[in-house]
T-cell receptor, first 117, second 115 residues
Framework: DQQVKQNSPSLSVQEGRISILNCDYT??????FLWYKKYPAEGPTFLIS?????DKNEDGRFTVFLNKSAKHLSLHIVPSQPGDSAVYFC????????????????FGKGTKLSVIP | EPEVTQTPSHQVTQMGQEVILRCVPI?????FYWYRQILGQKVEFLVS????????KSEIFDDQFSVERPDGSNFTLKIRSTKLEDSAMYFC?????????????FGNGTRLTVT
């Protein structure tokens, strides 16, 4: 039961260009979404998040877009840098205050981004 | 920047043995978690812990698993009788609060190999 789906296992982008990583979800109770970056031999590192009351959140080179009606979010990295090469995980949370919420993050399988110099 | 630290980085054990994975969460964080990632699969939630008790646990977290906060700084995951399928990366995480503006901070993981 894949409630969070990252359908592209890998993505290659030239340095300086835009990287777009996509994520779809099926659980309508999710209302908080996060992106994590993971380097080999390290734990996931928080990158950026978005609440369902917003459709866009920006932090430097990273922007996350949320389309609730399509149950789709995307992470844009521009310009892409070789140091961005990592596995990117989309994760979702059903807010506890919703009454049917959950404290557990549900992760996608990840997309391996390779930024080519 | 404060970090979640996990020890050991790699643990090899024989099937049926007990293992304890250790974590030191970030000091002002109140919520603690264990996740695992079997090779080639997604990161999966095991358990969350708050106020000295389990808040939530997944189906994976059966009777062979237990968690403990033995003192003010450590958070441990015990697997009583390891099975081959317990081989995975185990990630500890902590957060200040829940939901918005309280992202989880992960440690670098412990690679558990059960032979």
């Amino acid at each position: 039961d894949q409630q969070v789906k990252q359908n592209s296992p890998s993505l290659s982008v030239q340095e300086g260009r835009i990287s777009i990583l996509n994520c779809d979800y099926t659980n309508s109770m999710f209302d908080y979404f996060l992106w994590y970056k993971k380097y080999p031999a390290e734990g996931p590192t928080f990158l950026i998040s978005i609440s369902s009351i917003k459709d866009k959140n920006e932090d430097g080179r990273f922007t996350v877009f949320l389309n609730k009606s399509a149950k789709h979010l995307s992470l844009h990295i521009v310009p892409s840098q070789p140091g961005d090469s990592a596995v990117y995980f989309c994760a979702a949370l059903a807010a506890p205050y919703s009454g049917a919420g959950s404290y557990q993050l549900t992760f996608g399988k990840g997309t391996k981004l390779s930024v080519i110099p | 920047e404060p970090e979640v630290t996990q020890t050991p980085s790699h643990q090899v054990t024989q099937m049926g043995q007990e293992v304890i994975l250790r974590c030191v969460p970030i000091s002002n964080h109140l919520y603690f978690y264990w996740y695992r990632q079997i090779l080639g699969q997604k990161v999966e939630f095991l358990v969350s812990f708050y106020n000295n008790e389990i808040s939530e646990k997944s189906e994976i977290f059966d009777d062979q698993f237990s968690v403990e906060r033995p003192d003010g700084s450590n958070f441990t995951l015990k697997i009583r009788s390891t099975k081959l399928e317990d081989s995975a990366m185990y990630f500890c995480a902590s957060s200040v609060g829940q939901g918005d503006n309280s992202p989880l901070h992960f440690g670098n993981g412990t690679r558990l190999t059960v032979t």
